[in-house]
Nanobody, 122 residues
Framework: QLQLVESGGGLVQAGGSLRLSCAASGRAFSSYAMGWFRQAPGKEREFVAA????????SYADFVKGRFTISRDNAKNTVYLQMNSLKPEDTAVYYC???????????????WGQGTQVTVSS
């Protein structure tokens, strides 16, 4: 129904910035709430940010609030995660996901990308 492909990950020094993109294929992109999650080695996948179908509502995990910004461009079927002031503890594989409901709950997300690696050096 929906395929998601992340890009934009890479290596950055602490304090730097990256912008992740998630390109969605499908006709109903605007029908989905979107989220970003991350998973570090040996750690469970955790919620990072979410955005509603219209883009009018956003939510963030406490550990990224004020540093990360989620946005979407429905004309491009793309969701973004702008990451500023990166810290070594932000190092993880970042995944985008789509849900029928705007939520920070991982279980609400039915479609997932393959992830993109973000590495922040100290």
């Amino acid at each position: 129904q929906l395929q998601l492909v992340e890009s934009g990950g890479g290596l950055v020094q602490a304090g730097g910035s990256l912008r992740l993109s998630c390109a969605a294929s499908g006709r109903a992109f605007s029908s989905y709430a979107m989220g970003w999650f991350r998973q570090a080695p040996g750690k469970e996948r955790e919620f990072v940010a979410a955005i509603s179908r219209s883009g009018g509502s956003t939510s963030y995990a406490d550990f990224v609030k004020g540093r990360f910004t989620i946005s979407r461009d429905n004309a491009k079927n793309t969701v973004y995660l702008q990451m500023n002031s990166l810290k070594p503890e932000d190092t993880a594989v970042y995944y985008c996901a789509a849900a029928q409901k705007y939520s920070g709950n991982r279980n609400e997300y039915k479609y997932w990308g393959q992830g993109t690696q973000v590495t922040v050096s100290s």
